[in-house]
């Protein structure tokens, strides 16, 4: 879906729409008016917090170390700075986009058009592909009757793409997360159509039912030319429909820990959920000292010959002393070993935690 929106005659003019066009999911911020007369000699400057040199420092040089296409992004959720290395750029998100899904979901809760006990019935036509604990139950019984809050459990903290797509038709559909994203103002963050047609495209397929159970997603994509299937997905890794930058990411995940998405018991709630995600228990969660948390969520896209599509984690770290930071590592193109991946993971954590030891624990910034 495009998103549409209405520019004043100046914001027009001082955007153009070119501009426009490369930020589909944006809401700019109002255009000033010219001023009448002349602006006083003093005009107050907005305070910018600095970023710390230590972290600065060692976050551009485990993005330069990385034999790949990553963007990683640190922002302090207490001190608003913020640092990171190619963190403006497009990244697949692959499952990251789940969290958009969840937050979805809690403001319909927030509104009171949905509840997280409501009742859900899953049929086989709401199976989709790749990974979906829930379908060996709905494919057991011929349908699985659950609610709207385990659904958004097993997405996050199980990435079961099943759940994640059901939850999403049961707020509204994909409109309604763009909506979602566009209304709150998250920034340069695509959503596609869910996980079933965005698999899908990434492969060249329109959605079909078998492609659900028996490997019939894989013998189709098997069955295309390998040098239609190399364009389509290279094509997906250098403008990737579910796209996201992480500074994008890192500042939505600060929004959502101070309670400025959600209502407080929302914002409990999915934080809390984020902290019992199962999978990528060695990428960020790997770096973690005793008394730090982390609430995440993984993203792992589709693989081509070596060369994986989106290999992500992304989360709000957690201090015992109750600061946090925001954190989103992603790697758009990569044929690393997942050690090295992991391994660099663990160690953006690491530093992250190595500056709050400099700081004391306090706003100091070195």
């Known amino acids: 879906m495009t998103a549409k929106v209405t520019l004043g005659l100046v914001g027009a003019l001082l955007a153009g729409p070119a501009a426009m066009a490369q930020m589909p999911y944006q809401i700019p911020y109002p255009q000033p008016s010219f001023p009448q ?9 907005a305070y910018a917090p600095q970023t710390p040199a230590y972290l600065r420092d060692r976050i551009q040089a485990l993005g330069a170390s990385f034999s790949g296409r ?13 640092t990171g290395w190619h963190s403006e750029e497009l990244y697949p998100q692959q499952s990251v986009s789940k969290l958009w ?39 057991n019984k011929g349908a699985e009757t659950t609610t709207l809050g385990r659904l958004l459990n097993d997405a996050i903290t199980m990435s079961d793409n099943t759940c994640n797509d059901r939850l999403m038709r049961a707020v509204g559909g994909p409109s309604a997360v763009r909506a979602m994203i566009a209304t709150k103002g998250l920034g340069a963050i695509r ?3 869910g996980e079933r047609a965005l698999q899908s495209k990434i492969a060249g397929l329109t959605w079909s039912p078998n492609f659900s159970t028996g490997g019939g997603f894989e013998r189709a994509r098997n069955a295309l030319p390998l040098s239609l299937r190399r364009s389509l997905f290279q094509r997906y890794i250098d403008e990737p429909y579910d796209g996201a930058a ?14 400025q998405l959600l209502s407080p018991s929302s914002t409990a709630f999915l934080l809390g959920t984020m902290g019992h995600t199962k999978t990528g228990a060695n990428r960020l969660k790997g770096g973690l000292e005793p008394g730090w948390t982390l609430s995440h969520k993984t993203g792992t896209g589709q693989v081509l010959g070596a060369v994986q599509a989106g290999y992500n984690d992304i989360g709000v770290v957690t201090a ?14 990569t044929t690393t070993p997942l050690i090295v991946r992991m391994n660099l993971m663990n160690d953006v954590v690491r530093a992250v935690i190595r500056q709050h030891e400099l700081d004391g624990g306090n706003n100091i910034t070195l």
């Open 70 to 82: 990553i963007g990683i992004a640190v922002r302090s959720v207490d001190d608003g700075w913020q």
């Open 191 to 193: 959503f596609y159509e």
């Open 37 to 45: 007369q002349s602006p006083p000699l003093a005009s107050p400057v």
């Open 101 to 139: 899904v969840a937050i979805t979901a809690m403001d319909a809760v927030d509104r009171g058009a949905v509840r997280l006990d409501d009742p859900v019935t899953l049929t086989r036509t709401d199976l989709t592909l790749f990974h979906q604990p829930i379908a060996a139950a709905i494919l």
């Open 320 to 333: 015992p002393d109750g600061r946090s930071y925001a954190i989103a590592v992603m790697i758009k193109q």
């Open 246 to 259: 992480p500074a994008a990411i890192v500042h939505a995940l600060a929004r959502l820990k101070r309670g």
